[in-house]
């Protein structure tokens, strides 16, 4: 089973309760967020230490009670810093389907829903909302899927009521985003084999100087540095949910040389392989 997809392709939640909440320490497998989209929104709140997100190359540091919104579609990715944190993402577009709420302001919001991303001002409604968004999907209590979606509606409502605008790209900005994410998609599909520069910048159809400026200013990494950071949280994963040899993980992520595989190891988790592999 390829571990280092299941944050982006799982459904969530159930049939007709599409919402799905996760809690994250240093414990957990995905402990580290790489780059990534959904078509699924996404809510974050830290509850401890400090979250290093990026939102199409847009960086903001979330701190603890710091909440964001994201939505579908749009990259981002995040470095926890002694941070415990959560999430709670839903499909919007079924909540809505076949529901009186999906009138034409509730198609303009998934529209435009894209000018929302971004940090939430914490003590704002938006963010007191979000607060009780987690409180209500933590307790489970009886009714807690109704009170959910009224929350969630009342959080969108404030959105477009504000005419909130967190993080707009322009057209230009677009399109390149659009190109990273084409990278991104062909790392994640082709991390556990050879990928040289080259390739990587003609799936961007940019030059090789141009791309590696382009993909440093989104991700903060070489498109490099980015693989190889990728390829040992893809390890991470390996070494946390499998008894597979060290080898044999380092192999399946790309990896044909052992000794530059720990080095790359200790660099990212500050440990090495086999440490990683007992740490809870």
Not at 87 to 95: A, H, I, N, R
Not at 97 to 102: A, G, K, M, Y
Not at 201 to 221: D, E, L, N, V
Not at 229 to 246: H, K, V, W
Request: proline residues 4%.
């Amino acid at each position: 089973m390829d571990y280092s997809s299941l944050h982006e392709d799982k459904k969530r939640g159930k049939f007709d309760f599409p919402i799905e909440l996760y809690y994250v320490d240093s414990s957990a497998p995905r402990y580290q967020m790489p780059l990534h989209w959904h078509l699924e929104y996404e809510l974050i709140l830290v509850l401890k230490g400090k979250f290093h997100l990026s939102i199409d190359g847009k960086k903001y540091i979330l701190e603890s009670g710091d909440s964001a919104w994201i939505s579908d579609g749009v990259i981002h990715g995040g470095e926890p810093e002694n941070c415990i944190y959560e999430c709670v993402v839903f499909d919007l577009t079924v909540l809505l389907r076949d529901t009186p709420l999906c009138t034409k302001s509730a198609k303009d919001f998934l529209t435009h829903s894209g000018s929302y991303t971004g940090k939430l001002k914490k003590g704002s409604a938006e963010a007191l909302l979000t607060d009780k968004i987690f409180e209500t999907m933590e307790k489970e209590q009886n009714g807690y899927e109704w009170v959910t979606i009224g929350l969630l509606w009342q959080l969108m409502g404030n959105m477009m009521k504000k005419n909130m605008s967190y993080a707009v790209s322009c057209n230009d900005s677009r399109r390149q985003i659009s190109k990273i994410k084409a990278v991104l998609t062909y790392i994640r599909n082709n991390y556990d084999s050879p990928v040289t520069l080259e390739e990587l910048s003609q799936i961007a159809g940019m030059s090789p100087r141009y791309f590696c400026r382009a993909f440093s200013s989104m991700t903060g990494k070489t498109p490099i540095a980015y693989l190889n950071y990728y390829r040992i949280e893809c390890a991470g994963e390996y070494l946390r949910l499998t008894d597979n040899p060290i080898t044999d993980i380092a192999m399946s992520c790309g990896f044909n040389d052992m000794s530059y595989f720990s080095k790359q190891f200790k660099r990212y988790k500050n440990l090495t392989p086999s440490q990683y592999r007992k740490f809870n």
